[in-house]
């Protein structure tokens, strides 16, 4: 198969022959159409990622979409032919889906959206999952409570307030001013990251604060600052040194998420299945859609994507499609 090989840290992507895998127990092979392309791929290719190091000369992407191709021993859950997507190597020694094919963990995957496109589907896993665990497994957003997204308008910010409109909550997003309109269009109320955390609290809550609030770029401080009295607060940039006192006097929570943690360690992978396939019928229930980037990217134009990302100027999702490589 024809895989995409980065030799050392900010190298370039060169495309080579390699070995189609052959899936082992419990993996299926999957025919790759999309790889998402995520600000993590962009630092684990520079090796500026302690926490994500995939040794290279390596074959990087975290995210996918495409078809099953062959299933291994063991698996029940899926046929060949299923359209799948999930999050699922590039990381940790585990080949990525800058590739035609790629043998896969069965429980990191789930079957596609019926209603979304191959470069749709790709653009979902790592941003799906990560906004999941946090605004539905840390913080378990409800019907009627105030949610805030700082960082909304980016990859799992956009996807964190959309779960938390599908369950009811009534959304905020911090980012850009020029994001506006956007974050209108999926429902919440948008608010300038220039504003002084203390003024959109006082204009949007009387200054009550926010039942849940889900930071998605770093802004722990803002977060702890924004959330009401017995709260909810999440983070998945919490790596920072943060003053807890507001935290504390708050008698609020928090709650990590690092998303990466099953498949670094075998451990839980179950769950990033069983988000996919929840996540696949909100999609499908019209209550989910990523926002994707109008640029397109084929293979071999993989390094000009990962550039797109690093310089932070996509307007959505960067997704490269193989089909330049593999039609089909």
Not at 17 to 36: C, M, Q, R
Not at 58 to 87: Q, W
Not at 223 to 247: E, I, K, N
Request: net charge negative; hydrophobic share 45%.
């Amino acid at each position: 198969m024809k895989a995409l090989i980065v030799e050392h840290a900010q190298g370039p992507f060169t495309i080579k022959d390699v070995p189609t895998p052959t899936p082992g127990p419990g993996e299926v092979l999957v025919k790759i159409h999309a790889s998402g392309v995520n600000p993590l791929d962009t630092k684990i290719w520079a090796d500026a990622a302690a926490h994500a190091h995939h040794p290279l000369p390596a074959i990087l992407g975290i995210d996918l979409a495409g078809t099953v191709e062959a299933v291994g021993p063991g698996v029940k859950a899926f046929s060949i032919g299923d359209e799948v997507y999930g999050m699922t190597g590039g990381v940790g020694g585990v080949q990525g889906s800058l590739a035609e094919y790629a043998a896969v963990d069965a429980r990191l995957i789930a079957n596609k959206p019926a209603n979304l496109s191959m470069r749709e589907a790709a653009a979902l896993p790592l941003a799906v999952i990560t906004a999941w665990e946090g605004m539905v497994d840390r913080v378990d957003v409800r019907e009627g409570e105030t949610a805030l997204v700082i960082g909304a308008a980016g990859g799992v910010g956009h996807v964190a307030l959309q779960l938390a409109s599908a369950r009811g909550a009534i959304i905020f997003g911090v980012d850009r001013a020029e994001a506006a309109d956007y974050l209108r269009s999926i429902g919440a109320t948008p608010v300038d990251r220039n504003t002084a955390v203390g003024d959109y609290v006082r204009d949007l809550t009387g200054g009550r604060g926010f039942d849940v609030v889900y930071d998605c770029v770093g802004a722990l401080d803002d977060a702890f600052l924004a959330v009401r009295r017995f709260g909810r607060v999440t983070s998945s940039l919490g790596w920072s040194a943060h003053s807890l006192a507001p935290l504390s006097f708050r008698a609020a929570t928090y709650g990590g998420v690092f998303t990466l943690l099953p498949l670094l360690t075998g451990e839980g992978r179950e769950a990033h299945g069983r988000i996919l396939s929840e996540a696949a019928r909100l999609a499908e229930a019209g209550k989910l859609m990523p926002r994707l980037d109008e640029r397109r990217f084929s293979l071999d134009q993989a390094g000009n994507a990962h550039a797109l990302v690093r310089e932070g100027s996509a307007r959505g999702k960067i997704v490269v499609e193989i089909e330049a490589a593999n039609p089909g």
